[in-house]
Each structure stands twice: as C-alpha cells, then as structure tokens.
C-alpha cells in the first residue's frame, strides 16, 4: 500500500501485524505459536516478538513459499495461515476450522468462506500432509494460492465475518472507523504481547499489582533414538551411570534458573519442582513430564518447559557418544493452573 509493506501499515496506532497477532492471541481455540513470513524489512518485523521467517526459495515472495518456510520451521501438524492485512478475524476462526479437519479426516484443507458464498483461500488450516504437493507447485512454478487449494478439495468453513482485506487507503480508514478511536490494541486475557511496549520495544512485564495465587505447569517431551541406546539408558549399564538421575537433576536445576536463561522471566521462589520419564521400547523414546509450583503473582509454565528441555538435553549430552542422531520433540505445555488467567489444558 504506497508501496510499504502491508503488514508495517499502519491502523489506529498499531501496524497491521500487531492487529492479526491480536486477534490470534484471543482465539478460543490458543494458537500454538504466531510467525511471520516476509522477504524484506525483516528488522521492522522482528521487533514486534515473534519469528520472522524467509522464504527458502529465492526469486519466489508469494504465498506458498511462505507457507513452505513455515512448515519447515514449525513441527506442527496443522498450519493456520492467515494475510497480514486481515485484522478483523472472529475468535472462533482456529477452533471452526480445526473442528472441520476433524470432521473430514481425510481432508487436507480447511478454508475459509463467507455467509454470501464469498471464498477466502489465503485463510485457512492446512494439515503438515500438503508439503509434497505444496513443493510440487513451487517447483513447477504454480503459484497461485487459490489454485493449489483447490487440487486439495478444502473443506469450505462458513462464517458470518467480514474478513475484509484492506488494499487502499479509503478501506483502511473505514476499518479504523469500525475498530475504535485510535487507541492500540490492549493485550487479551488468555496472552497478547504482554513483553512488548506500545512501540514494540521489549520490556520486563510489571506484575506487582497482581494477587498471589497457587500456580502451577506441566509441560512434556520426548527424545527418540536408536533402540540400543535405549537399552543402555533403560538398563542402567552406560559408562556415565545413571542418565535419568543425573537427567532429572539437570532438569530441576533448569527451573530453578530459568531467570538466567530467558531474559524477560522473573525470579520465581519455586515451592516444588518435578522430573519424571517414562521410556516407550514401542517408539524407542523417553518421555519427559515436568512440573513447576509457587504462590506468587506470575506463572511457572517457562520454569516447567525449561525443566523439560534441559532434562532431554542432558540424556542427549551423556548418551551423544553412542548415538549422535537422537532427536528432541513435541516440547510443549500441558496445563496450567492459577492466576487471573485461571485453568488451562492443552487439547
């Protein structure tokens, strides 16, 4: 628009980007992690908090490399793409969608449409499984969003929204009329871009006007490796001695000094910290649980993700002579309980 990029324009105060991450932040279904896809200005995006991905096809800077570089990036099976200039999305977009892959199990696409039989490709959930038809189009230089999906029959998703697209200057004034009085979007409730200031520079959250309350988070992963590793770990004979004991150690330590690693946490008294594996001969894994507790005014979900990670980083480290390919996967929160935000668990 103008020739800016559209996701740095600016509506009511706030650039487009922030909008769309606004609005993703108030999904009832939680989104599991925002990225942005663009090919210059890379700084400006960067700022705003969240990774800024790069096509991986040079020449390319249309849609499906950016959808391509995100499922390189991201383990998810599902991908919600969403344009930058979007900035009114309803909060049960992921949740409608998701629920219609559900339905329709051997459906690749859930896209969106609107009320008056509107389509709206660029918006959409597409499952991890459309990478190799998706490489295939890059590669044979069909570029067309639209067109690709529909080699995928989506499952088309009513909703009764606007999903306007602001492509000029006269439609971006009459969003900034439907959506307030100039004010910036607030942070939601349930995440928003609470380390980040008005003009998107990082700060440390204030959080002494709230309440203590008992918190607590667990959160999980798993390292896989070959099936003699496993063994060794499992049978308590490696040279190093006992990988889960001293992995479990490394683990506690870990939340006890989250603080030190990321660098907007708070200094948590931790009341309790808990390290527990399971090992899966099925998959050739061992899964990790952790658990961080405290009465205070701020969560512990980082403490138990960092718990988690250094813990499966540990056995790497002890086992890495033996077997130098194993992999760390699936980190991720499982539930959280206590402050304004109240219960939370993953689906």
């Known amino acids: 628009m103008g020739g800016q990029d559209k996701g740095l324009v600016v509506l009511n105060g706030n650039a487009l980007v922030s909008w769309v991450a606004e ?23 960067a700022r705003f908090g969240f990774p800024v991905l790069h096509d991986v096809y040079t020449g390319f800077s249309g849609p499906l490399a950016g959808i391509h570089a995100a499922m390189l990036a991201s383990p998810a099976n599902t991908l919600l793409v969403v344009p930058c200039d979007v900035p009114e999305l309803p909060p049960n977009l992921l949740r409608d969608l998701a629920t219609a892959l559900d339905d329709h199990p051997h459906a690749q696409v859930a896209a969106v449409k609107t009320t ?3 389509t709206h490709p660029a918006i959409c959930l597409l499952r991890r499984s459309v990478l190799t038809s998706l490489v295939d189009h890059i590669e044979h230089k069909q570029f067309k969003l639209g067109d690709w999906l529909n080699t995928l029959s989506p499952v088309w998703v009513s909703f009764d929204a ?25 942070p939601s ?4 871009l609470t380390h980040f200031d008005a003009s998107g520079q990082a700060h440390m959250v ?21 099936p003699a590793t496993l063994a060794l770990i499992a049978g308590g004979t490696h040279k ?49 649980e952790a658990s961080a507790e405290t009465v205070g005014r701020t969560g512990v979900e980082i403490e138990a ?22 992999v ?12 304004k935000s109240g219960h939370w668990m993953a689906e």
Do not use: W
Request: aromatic letters at 2%.
């Open 189 to 192: 409730a349930n995440g928003g």
């Open 116 to 118: 008056d039989g509107q």
């Open 328 to 339: 760390i996967g699936d980190v991720k929160l499982l539930e959280k309980k206590g402050g």
């Open 206 to 226: 204030g959080v002494g006007a709230k309440d203590e309350t008992h918190r607590i988070a667990r959160a999980s992963g798993h390292i896989s490796m070959q």
């Open 23 to 45: 609005a993703l932040s108030r999904q009832t279904r939680p989104i599991g992690q925002i990225m942005v896809s663009a090919n210059r200005n890379l700084a400006d995006y």
């Open 305 to 326: 993700l960092t718990a988690v990670q250094i813990a499966l980083l540990t056995i790497y480290d002890m086992c890495k002579a033996v077997d130098r390919g194993m």
């Open 162 to 186: 606007p999903f306007a697209n602001l492509n000029s200057p006269e439609e971006l004034a009459a969003a900034a009329a439907r959506l307030g009085d100039g004010n910036p979007p607030q």
């Open 240 to 288: 190093k001695g006992d990988v889960l004991g001293i992995a479990r150690i490394a683990g506690i330590m870990a939340a006890k000094k989250t603080p030190d690693l990321i660098p907007l946490c708070h200094a948590i008294a931790l009341t309790r910290v808990t390290v527990d594996f399971s090992i899966d001969h099925a998959t050739s894994r061992v899964h990790c």
